[in-house]
Each structure stands twice: as C-alpha cells, then as structure tokens.
C-alpha cells in the first residue's frame, strides 16, 4: 500500500514544533509542552507512535486530537499508531489476541478495560473487534486515517524514514517502520524529521538521547527513547521559522533530580571503574575507549559477579566492562543485557542531573541529555 501523503503551507514567523514516540506518556507530554510555551500561534508536528508501550495510551489519544481540532496541530502515523487498524481486519484474529496478550500497555487493552470488556486466551475476537469499532468510532477513524508523511515547503515529517526523495512512490509500511533511516544511503533534498529509532543506538561511546541532525543527508532524528529506555527522554524539537535552521530543542523526562556535590572529571577513556581499585587494572590500561552495549547487539558473557554489578565481556567485540546486574537477563542461548555504560560523565558541583540509577557504589546519572556514571555525592531534589 502507497503512503498516504499531505501537504500543508506553513506561515512564515511562525515555530515549527515536532515531537515523537510520546508512546502514551501523557503526563510527560504535557509537562514539554508547559515548558516549551507551546502557544496557538505554533505549528506542532506529531511524528508517529503516539500510543502503545505506555500507562496512558487512550487518554493521549484524545489529547492529541482535540490539539488538532482547537490548534495548528497535525500527526503522521507510526508503526505503533497503525496496530488500531487491524481491528478492521477479519484475518488476523489470532494475531491480534497474541500482541494484545503480550503487550498489555495497549490502545486497544485500555478500550478494552473501559468498556468491562476482559482480554484473555479465550477471547472471542470478533466481538470485540464490534464493541470497539461501534464504541470508538471517532478515535479509530481517526488514527486510522492519519497520513504517513506531511510534506512542507522546507520539511518533511514521517515516522520512520524514507526510502527515496519521490513521496509518491513510498510504502506506507516501511516509511513507518523503517529502521537506522540515519545510516541509509540516502540524501534529501529538504530536512526530513523522524522519529522511530531512538537515537542512542546510533552511538557508540556513551548515550545520548538528543536530537541527531545530520546536514548533509538532511535528516533529523529526534526520537529520545522515551518510555522504552531507562534514560529515556521526550524530545521537542523547534525550528523557529520555515526559513531558519537555527534548530533548538528541549526534552522532558520522568526521573528523580538531583544536585551534584564534587566536581568529577570527564573519562580517562578507560573501562576501568574507580570502585575497584586494582582489579582488572591492566586491562584497563590496555584500553582506550568508552562503550556502549545496546539491545541491537547486547550478548555478554559474566566473566565474576559482584551483589550488585558483573564484569563482562562483550561477545562481539571482547570488551570488558562492569554491568548492573538489574541490567542482565539470560536466554536460551546465553546472557544478554539492556542498555550499558562504563561512560564516567563530566560534572560540577551544583549540576542538576537526572538519576536513572542509585547504587551503592555511585550514581547513574544524566546531563543535558547525556548519561553516565557519577560517583560522588548528591543532594536529592524529588
């Protein structure tokens, strides 16, 4: 199926707004939306995933689209938005009874759940398919009639990507889901804004949840994984008038503050961590990068268990490093774990950081959008 493409004329003078994979985090999207000043006189850009994957996915729902109704306010959709389409759908009754059984934070549980309508293994799937479809014949309407790409004069807004500059000939599949859009070989002709692929796992080194923008291929990446990591962030990214690149952004996250007590310098670029004084130390001295393991290659191997971290081994690269154990879990074939630093982040007394994790040996931490790990002390603020 082709894309579904609009088009719409900006007024000069005006901010550009876009915001991605709010993933029904309703709460935080108010909150970056209170502190950005979002006015009527803006344009706001919804890129895809809007709900699924979080506590208030309904609710969201209709908060975005009552924005589009009284503001400037439009949406494309994602791959997690087009799961409402398969309620019209008599071919995949079971498929759809798997995903909602497997994900439970859910557009469609949350109807469910609202209506009395209980989903278990034993659900007759056309009946609810009726109920929601009589029940919610606005929402669904309107989600599943949401374009795949918003064209400007400037900017183009999709969720996942594009696979060539023709809009015409784009799927509506694959430019909502399209992953690493960032790493294709491909140059745009204006700024395409995406969300998608959060953009830590296009580094290396450390994460950063901040919007990537790469002039060159004249791609915008703004997805902050959001409710999907555990530093996760929901980015708004602003363009201040049709006409300027003068892009800023500001983002809104759920975690714990605190204050930051002892300076502490940047890493050595060593993966040797200070709470072990002399262990692995030649190792360490043997290494000159910082890494980061993300879930698009995360196996590892436990080389010693400590009651709070493990020291492993990359399988595809054999670095070393300290893993939370909170952060591994193990599979059939062996043990994997979940978005990891050894990233020693640079910081001045008085800092106010986000805490993604508290330990007994030291702080998880994240500043303007970078995390990494703190050990000093903190004065907590909420």
């Known amino acids: 199926m082709l894309a579904k493409v609009k088009r719409i004329e900006i007024e000069e003078n005006r901010r550009i707004i876009a915001i991605s994979d709010i993933h029904g985090n309703l709460n935080g999207l108010k909150e970056l939306l209170k502190k950005i000043n979002f006015s009527q006189d803006d344009y706001l850009f919804f890129v895809g995933d809007m709900v699924e994957k979080g506590p208030q996915s309904l ?40 995903y909602l059984l497997r994900r439970k ?100 080194a450390y994460p950063e949840c901040n919007p990537i923008i790469n002039k060159d291929k004249k791609i915008i990446c703004i997805d902050g994984g959001n409710v999907l990591k555990s530093n996760g962030q929901l980015n708004a990214f602003m363009i201040p008038d049709i006409n300027s690149e003068a892009f800023t952004f500001e983002y809104q996250d759920d975690l714990k503050t605190g204050i930051i007590r002892e300076d502490q310098e940047e890493t050595n670029k060593s993966h040797y961590i200070p709470w072990t004084p002399g262990r692995h130390q030649e190792e360490a001295k043997q ?82 959008g970078v995390t990494g790990w703190y050990f000093g002390k903190i004065d907590l603020e909420k």
């Open 59 to 98: 609710s969201t729902l209709r908060y975005i689209m009552e924005l589009t109704k009284t503001c400037k306010a439009y949406a494309v959709s994602g791959n997690c938005d087009s799961v409402a389409a398969e309620l019209y759908d008599d071919r995949n009754h079971k498929e759809l009874l798997n």
């Open 105 to 204: 934070k859910s557009l469609l549980n949350e109807m469910c759940e609202a209506l009395s309508f209980q989903v278990n293994k034993d659900t007759d799937m056309r009946r609810m398919k009726e109920l929601l479809t009589n029940h919610y014949k606005e929402e669904l309407e309107w989600i599943c009639n949401l374009p795949d790409i918003i064209e400007t004069a400037k900017f183009t807004f999709v969720h996942g990507g594009l696979t060539s500059g023709d809009l015409e000939v784009q799927e509506a599949e694959k430019v909502q889901c399209l992953d690493e859009f960032l790493k294709q070989d491909i140059y745009l002709d204006k700024y395409c804004i995406v969300g998608h692929w959060p953009v830590v796992l296009y580094c290396e």
């Open 287 to 368: 290494s000159n990068n910082t890494k980061l393991i993300h879930w698009i290659d995360n196996k590892i191997e436990i080389l010693e268990k400590d009651d709070e971290f493990s020291y492993c081994e990359h399988s595809s690269t054999k670095y070393r490093m300290w893993i939370l154990n909170k952060y591994i879990y193990k599979e059939k074939d062996g043990y994997y774990c979940e978005d990891s630093t050894d990233y020693l982040i640079p910081v001045k007394s008085g800092d106010l950081v986000s805490l993604v994790e508290t330990t007994e040996k030291g702080y998880l931490v994240k500043k303007n």
